[in-house]
């Protein structure tokens, strides 16, 4: 039961977990939104290409007379005529546009999901920042109410010391600077909070955020998944776009057929049919031009997705080499500095109590701070690098 509770408990509380501020984000975020709609409209681009040419429709009167515009039976040339012609795509040509507008779609979904990606990333770093802030107010306020404890301990021995003036004034200055900074963090947190609720698309009071230290997961798995990368996915599709392109293109070249009916009206002579077809004659090479120039854009977007894929691999070796860098302060800090000035600062506690050495224990509060606020900041750095990575290789959990 006592289990069950604690499970509970968040949600009794009304504490929003992260892994709900990236649901809620992913669902409906607005800028998801925008991008899901441009894949709808590419729906519609692609129905349209499997629609044939508007036919054209023409209406005519033949051979008026100037004497008399009116009179339409003199002879047989003088005819009312409706004409409908219809343009006939030629074999492939539509196939190909709608190739090419699939890649587009597809393309769009690609960025949609980067987007997604992008989107995860943002709220994790915003959030593993509100817990830095959240940690760094914490031990400020601890450290002030222990500055102040000890101000009021030693006041009492103040006239039995020489040195007590030096170790008050300083333990003073050190008061206003914790309280300095408490101030800015305060500042810092409510706008890292109003970022969130941007990015979470809902208001956000609260965040239930826990960041332990663990050892990060090996460079190989990186790596492996590094082809995933939505970005890297996105610089492909445009490479198959421009493949589509050069199919279109060099489809211009077949010329598109028609065939034109035209019924001819006669005053006072039989009426009649008339039946033409025809077709451009692609005889300047435009067309050829075309081609080639949409083929040497394939080719370049080609080099530039290569290019892109050794960006990335260069961004994952400096981002895990700043992972280790972090897990291995992380661990010189819980393992080795800690402890040791944890044992030196008690002992000066003690000492402090006992009306003595209150500048000493000043300097070792200073000291203890700054490897607290090391250790915060190692420990946010861990896991906003980790975010990072996920990102890389397309994870948004």
């Given at each position: 039961?006592?289990?069950?509770?604690?499970?509970?408990?968040?949600?009794?509380?009304?504490?929003?977990?992260?892994?709900?501020?990236?649901?809620?984000?992913?669902?409906?975020?607005?800028?998801?939104?925008?991008?899901?709609?441009?894949?709808?409209?590419?729906?519609?681009?692609?129905?349209?290409?499997?629609?044939?040419?508007?036919?054209?429709?023409?209406?005519?009167?033949?051979?008026?007379?100037?004497?008399?515009?009116?009179?339409?039976?003199?002879?047989?040339?003088?005819?009312?005529?409706?004409?409908?012609?219809?343009?006939?795509?030629?074999?492939?040509?539509?196939?190909?546009?709608?190739?090419?507008?699939?890649?587009?779609?597809?393309?769009?979904?690609?960025?949609?999901?980067?987007?997604?990606?992008?989107?995860?990333?943002?709220?994790?770093?915003?959030?593993?920042?509100?817990?830095?802030?959240n940690q760094e107010l914490n031990i400020t306020q601890e450290y002030i109410a222990v500055t102040k404890q000890n101000i009021e301990l030693h006041t009492a021995y103040s006239a039995t010391r020489d040195n007590s003036h030096m170790g008050m004034m300083s333990a003073e200055l050190t008061l206003s600077q914790l309280k300095i900074k408490k101030s800015r963090y305060t500042s810092k947190r409510k706008a890292l909070f109003a970022k969130l609720e941007y990015l979470a698309g809902e208001s956000?009071?609260?965040?239930?955020?826990?960041?332990?230290?663990?050892?990060?997961?090996?460079?190989?798995?990186?790596?492996?998944?590094?082809?995933?990368?939505?970005?890297?996915?996105?610089?492909?599709?445009?490479?198959?776009?421009?493949?589509?392109?050069?199919?279109?293109?060099?489809?211009?070249?077949?010329?598109?057929?028609?065939?034109?009916?035209?019924?001819?009206?006669?005053?006072?002579?039989?009426?009649?049919?008339?039946?033409?077809?025809?077709?451009?004659?692609?005889?300047?090479?435009?067309?050829?031009?075309?081609?080639?120039?949409?083929?040497?854009?394939?080719?370049?977007?080609?080099?530039?997705?290569?290019?892109?894929?050794?960006?990335?691999?260069?961004?994952?070796?400096?981002?895990?080499?700043?992972?280790?860098?972090?897990?291995?302060?992380?661990?010189?800090?819980?393992?080795?500095?800690?402890?040791?000035?944890?044992?030196?600062?008690?002992?000066?506690?003690?000492?402090?109590?006992?009306?003595?050495?209150?500048?000493?224990?000043?300097?070792?509060?200073?000291?203890?701070?700054?490897?607290?606020?090391?250790?915060?900041?190692?420990?946010?750095?861990?896991?906003?690098?980790?975010?990072?990575?996920?990102?890389?290789?397309?994870?948004?959990?």
């Amino acid at each position: 039961m006592k289990t069950l509770f604690l499970m509970l408990l968040p949600l009794l509380l009304g504490a929003t977990t992260l892994e709900s501020v990236i649901d809620k984000a992913l669902a409906s975020h607005i800028s998801l939104e925008v991008i899901q709609e441009r894949i709808n409209a590419e729906d519609y681009t692609i129905s349209a290409t499997r629609s044939f040419y508007n036919p054209e429709i023409s209406f005519g009167v033949n051979d008026i007379q100037f004497d008399d515009p009116l009179d339409r039976s003199r002879e047989p040339m003088q005819t009312a005529s409706v004409n409908i012609k219809q343009k006939i795509p030629s074999f492939g040509k539509r196939d190909a546009k709608t190739d090419r507008s699939r890649a587009r779609k597809n393309q769009i979904v690609l960025t949609l999901e980067a987007a997604k990606v992008k989107l995860v990333e943002a709220i994790k770093v915003t959030a593993y920042h509100i817990w830095e802030v959240n940690q760094e107010l914490n031990i400020t306020q601890e450290y002030i109410a222990v500055t102040k404890q000890n101000i009021e301990l030693h006041t009492a021995y103040s006239a039995t010391r020489d040195n007590s003036h030096m170790g008050m004034m300083s333990a003073e200055l050190t008061l206003s600077q914790l309280k300095i900074k408490k101030s800015r963090y305060t500042s810092k947190r409510k706008a890292l909070f109003a970022k969130l609720e941007y990015l979470a698309g809902e208001s956000v009071d609260d965040l239930e955020i826990v960041l332990d230290v663990t050892a990060p997961k090996p460079y190989g798995y990186y790596a492996e998944r590094l082809g995933n990368n939505l970005s890297y996915s996105v610089t492909s599709s445009e490479v198959m776009v421009a493949q589509r392109e050069v199919q279109v293109k060099d489809s211009e070249g077949d010329v598109d057929p028609y065939v034109q009916v035209g019924y001819y009206y006669r005053e006072d002579f039989k009426d009649y049919v008339n039946v033409s077809f025809g077709m451009a004659l692609p005889i300047y090479g435009s067309e050829s031009d075309n081609t080639e120039s949409a083929r040497k854009s394939a080719l370049s977007k080609s080099a530039a997705s290569q290019d892109f894929m050794l960006k990335l691999q260069g961004e994952l070796g400096g981002r895990y080499a700043a992972l280790e860098d972090a897990y291995a302060i992380a661990k010189i800090l819980t393992d080795e500095s800690m402890p040791q000035l944890e044992h030196m600062f008690e002992l000066t506690n003690a000492s402090v109590k006992n009306g003595q050495d209150l500048f000493v224990y000043i300097d070792l509060l200073k000291q203890k701070l700054s490897l607290d606020e090391q250790l915060i900041e190692a420990t946010t750095q861990q896991h906003t690098t980790e975010a990072a990575l996920d990102a890389l290789i397309g994870e948004t959990k």
